[in-house]
């Protein structure tokens, strides 16, 4: 029996996804959806690899850089300089021949120049080192690239029994898009207009369950994905677990969209989210989790949980787990971790969900606590 474990890693507000697949003959595989940084007592970690380092894993099977917006990609280059990566997917920014992709490199450099001149700040300087690796890698490895462009494309990652990697978003005519824009050098240093619009969202499915990895793809680029698909008869993509896009923001995650992706009832389905709680998740994504009947599962505890908590009586009776954060939030107003590292296993039993605090949800008082093995 094929299993898949999926880690959403407590990095602030960004991404970074580890898949780790155990096929029915007992191979492993890994795939990392993005990777971010964070920082820890004042220094800076990226916990996709302290976790790959720990475990002794030097290779990944599949790197997918959803879209270039820092939160997504700072850091790489730690990974990038210490591990074999032997299939690396993006945005279709790439293709239209070697001259427009090294031209688009170059305005890069030319754009960190400008940025680095102009400033002493060590974090954009991070970044700049993290997006000048990344585009340097690609150049220079263009035989392990595959651009992503749905509406139902299939990506080969490795010789396996029977997990199946599908992308669905950016749709094609976004490819025309980015390297119009490349060609007239419309970009920045934190790049396009409309990147979000040429983010990647892919499905993994394994033993009949359906993970779906929605990045920052947007209500636009789902709404025309869902025609495109009833055009084909398809009228739900049916998924039974969602990394919600754009990390709860109130524009790209509504109940229209959800019922086209989790199927005509949702009620049930797990909600991921990766944000630190400042800004996301939005009050109308946790509002249409609770209209749904989703359970979520937020690495960061957002302000209107806190508000959600304290009218049921006064902090010191609060839950000792829960206390920290309502104080966090609700008197020094910061942002901190709720559920931590949130893993998700797919086996052929079902579906189980866990997280690193043991915290459980307010938004389902009567979900099981299951502290995850760290």
């Known amino acids: 029996m094929s299993e898949l474990r999926v880690r959403v890693f407590d990095v602030g507000h960004g991404d970074s996804i580890l898949a780790e697949y155990v096929g029915a003959r007992g191979t492993t595989h890994y795939i990392l959806i993005d990777c971010k940084e964070s920082f820890r007592e004042g220094k800076r970690v990226v916990p996709a690899y302290e976790y790959l380092k720990n475990k002794g894993i030097n290779t990944i099977d599949l790197l997918v850089v959803t879209h270039l917006h820092k939160d997504h990609y700072s850091g790489i280059e730690v990974l990038l300089d210490n591990l074999e990566i032997r299939k690396i997917v993006v945005p279709p920014f790439v293709t239209g021949g070697s001259g427009m992709f090294r031209r688009l490199l170059e305005k890069y450099f030319d754009e960190v120049k400008v940025v680095l001149d102009r400033t002493d700040d060590p974090e954009v300087e991070s970044v700049a080192k993290s997006i000048v690796s990344l585009l340097a890698y690609m150049v220079n490895h263009d035989d392990k690239l595959e651009e992503a462009t749905g509406p139902n494309s299939l990506i080969s990652v490795f010789e396996c029994e029977d997990l199946v990697v599908r992308i669905y978003l950016p749709l094609k ?32 499915e394994v033993e009949g369950h359906k993970i779906l990895f929605g990045g920052d793809s947007t209500l636009t680029q789902w709404r025309e994905h869902r ?56 009050d109308e994504f946790l509002d249409m989790v609770q209209e749904l009947g989703l359970k979520p599962y937020c690495t960061g505890f957002a302000r209107k949980c806190a508000g959600r908590l304290l009218p049921f009586g006064a902090l010191m009776n609060l839950d000792p787990i829960v206390r920290p954060f309502v104080v966090q939030h ?7 971790a709720c559920q931590g590292y949130v893993t998700v296993e797919i086996t052929g039993a079902g579906v189980r969900a866990y997280n690193s605090t043991g915290l459980r949800c307010v938004y389902e008082p009567e979900v099981e606590r299951v502290r995850a093995p760290w």
């Open 173 to 204: 005519k976004v490819k025309g898009q980015l390297a119009a824009q490349i060609m007239q050098q419309d970009f920045t240093f934190e790049p396009f207009p409309s990147m979000n619009d040429a983010s990647i969202a892919m499905e993994l």
């Open 227 to 282: 025609r495109m698909k009833r055009r084909d008869g398809v009228h739900y993509l049916s998924v039974s677990s969602l990394k919600v896009p754009h990390h709860g923001s109130k524009y790209n995650n509504t109940v229209e969209i959800y019922k086209y992706l989790l199927g005509k009832n949702a009620s049930g389905a797990l909600a991921l989210v990766s944000a630190d709680g400042r800004t996301h998740p939005d």
């Open 330 to 336: 609700a008197i020094h107003n910061e942002p901190t």
